[in-house]
């Protein structure tokens, strides 16, 4: 299974996921001008990553700033996520925020509401 490494821009997070560790990172603002083009390669390795391996997935977020279609899409591999851990997989999100920008923590507490896999958002001064 091949990794993903996607560069970040000013509008797109800078995004790595490692089949051997089983981690999926994204760190940077999320508002491209078409986040399937963005995200879809992300789904995809989700979804192959979960089908071929029974290792553990876990995120690491670092999102400052999420557009509408790129919650849209974060709720999507969420629900990927969510699906495996229904299922027995073991999986874990950590999404990581600066404590003065509040609207990020509470956008991330609300994702913790919606889903049952171990979520925990952690702020950061």
Do not use: C
């Not at 789904?43 to 391996?53: G, P, R």
């Not at 851990?85 to 073991?90: K, L, Q, T």
């Not at 509040?102 to 896999?117: H, S």
Request: hydrophobic residues 40%.
């Amino acid at each position: 299974m091949k990794d993903l490494h996607l560069p970040g821009s000013q509008a797109t997070p800078t995004i790595s996921a490692d089949s051997a560790t089983g981690v999926l990172a994204m760190h940077g603002d999320s508002y491209p001008e078409n986040a399937f083009e963005l995200y879809g390669p992300v789904i995809e390795w989700v979804e192959t990553y979960l089908a071929q391996s029974d290792k553990p997935l876990y995120m690491e977020l670092e999102l400052l700033y999420l557009n509408t279609s790129s919650i849209k899409a974060i709720m999507d591999v969420f629900d990927l996520v969510q699906a495996a851990h229904e299922n027995g997989r073991r999986v874990a999100v950590n999404w990581y925020y600066d404590l003065a920008n509040k609207r990020v923590g509470e956008l991330a507490e609300e994702f913790t509401e919606d889903y049952t896999f171990a979520f925990q958002v952690i702020g950061r001064p």
